[in-house]
Nanobody, 122 residues
Framework: QVQLVESGGGLVQPGGSLRLSCAAS????????MGWYRQAPGKERELVAT???????NYADSVKGRFTISRDNAQNTVYLQMNSLKPEDTAVYYC????????????????WGQGTQVTVSS
């Protein structure tokens, strides 16, 4: 079983930056793809970005050019650098891991973190 702990959320002004981290522990040997999802109040959970163990990335159109996903395989950690934040980025952000080499469907991710709140407001 994999445990995921996110950190780095908070309150930031529009145009600001935040960096989220997610550390995996437990049975990490089977981790392949890692990803970030988010859920805003009253909305469904949506994909933000994913990354394969080899570093291939995939982004939602709404965050392309502003967010960067990366990972440290030795530390079983995935990061999300968020720049030029907008009020519409406000949501609870969740990290997730998959045993699949490539995953962009929430159903492919077997383990999820507890979420970290990101609020973009002036």
């Amino acid at each position: 079983q994999v445990q995921l702990v996110e950190s780095g959320g908070g309150l930031v002004q529009p145009g600001g930056s935040l960096r989220l981290s997610c550390a995996a522990s437990g049975t990490t040997l089977g981790i392949n793809a890692m990803g970030w999802y988010r859920q805003a109040p009253g909305k469904e959970r949506e994909l933000v970005a994913t990354i394969t163990s080899g570093g291939i990335t995939n982004y939602a159109d709404s965050v392309k050019g502003r967010f960067t996903i990366s990972r440290d395989n030795a530390q079983n950690t995935v990061y999300l650098q968020m720049n030029s934040l907008k009020p519409e980025d406000t949501a609870v952000y969740y990290c997730a891991v998959s045993s699949y080499a490539y995953a962009d469907n929430a159903a492919d991710f077997a383990s999820w973190g507890q979420g970290t709140q990101v609020t973009v407001s002036s």
